[in-house]
């Protein structure tokens, strides 16, 4: 099968997957550290983000890119360089995690890291924003195994055929 059909879809939506779960995974420590006070050293615990990596292969192919892939697959032995037979795992480098730079001062003056006015130095974290962020890469996590269950119906209908 080439590079197109049932195994594209579950490979892109094996993509999405990833890129879903790490968001979660991010915005629960967010969340997890939303009241956390400076380390020993003062330092604030930063929000965390998942952002696209800019210079990460796309997701689309250049035309050139596909035209060499045919050319080396015109015998079934033959496979582009550094990609196994049949795989089917996402790319790994598709996103990454940054930190945004931010504090907010709380007033809490029995706090043992209070200043002398009383303010203590936390992450600014909105904890709102993290709980929608959290519930829409669930929703978006629900609707991509929806489409990997598609994507294995059809498989399964066609070979009924």
Do not use: C, W
């Not at 582009?80 to 598709?94: L, R, V, Y």
């Amino acid at each position: 099968m080439g590079d197109s059909g049932i195994l594209s879809a579950i490979r892109t939506t094996l993509s999405g997957l990833s890129i879903q779960m790490k968001k979660m995974e991010v915005t629960s420590e967010n969340i997890a550290n939303v009241e956390k006070s400076p380390d020993e050293n003062g330092k604030v615990y930063q929000k965390k983000i998942v952002s696209f990596n800019k210079s990460a292969k796309s997701g689309r192919p250049k035309f050139s890119d596909t035209l060499n892939l045919k050319l080396r697959r015109t015998k079934s032995e033959h496979i582009q360089p550094g990609q196994k037979s049949g795989s089917i795992s996402p790319e790994k480098e598709q996103f990454k995690v940054e930190e945004q730079k931010g504090e907010r001062l709380v007033f809490n003056p029995n706090h043992p890291q209070a200043d002398e006015q009383g303010y203590v130095r936390m992450p600014d974290i909105n904890m709102i924003e993290e709980m929608v962020n959290l519930i829409s890469a669930s929703r978006s996590y629900e609707a991509n195994v929806t489409a990997i269950n598609a994507a294995k119906q059809m498989a399964k209908k066609s070979l009924e055929i």
